[in-house]
């Protein structure tokens, strides 16, 4: 089965963007590593970078090494949208999960108006020939498919934000997740890799 796998910057206070929607605060460092840690971040996961950088960033030609399909919310949606972008990621199959988004926004995505849980299962039980499902956001949709979140990539920045984007919205329902790698970075972020942890099972009485 596929895996569902959050990818996403996260603040110190949990903030995924600011109160409107902005992003553009988080620090990489100096030029020079901001420069570094962008070129390494895009060569680990070149299906992230929008079809329209990765041709200027030499990625037009890699093939997608994680993900096939995107799952976003209509805040995640939104900035491309807002720049007359209605197909961000050509090279990934799109859905958006909002209620009012028109359906026939682009054809190259689908909108789904409910039931993200209900995507998302369906999506994972494709056969992906080893490819998994990018949730970019946000925070709602990370809290109403959390039950269904295999992983987690987080790329943590040394920034308060005070206010804005939870990466997490939802009921509350604590879900452990173990850390499988980190990269720390000179500019003073990281990248974290986190599984699910999975239940154990208590063994059958004889």
Known sequence: ??????????SLDGRIAGPGGEYDFFPAGDEQQSVAYSAWTNALYPDTVPTAFRAPLGLADVPNRHFDTIVMG?????PAFDAGVTSPYAHLRQYVVSSTLKPD?????????????ALVRDLKREDGAGLDIWLCGGGKLAGAVLP????????????VAGAGVPAFDGAFDPTVFDVVARTAFPGGNTLTHLTRRQAV??????
Do not use: W
Not at 148 to 158: F, Q
């Open 201 to 206: 099972r208590a063994p059958a009485s004889s």
């Open 105 to 117: 926004i682009d054809p190259a995505v689908t909108v789904v108006p409910g039931d993200p849980l």
């Open 1 to 10: 089965m596929r895996k569902l796998v959050y990818y996403v910057g996260v």
């Open 148 to 159: 269904e979140i295999d992983e987690l990539v987080i790329k943590s920045y040394p920034v």
């Open 74 to 78: 209509l805040g995640a949606y939104r």
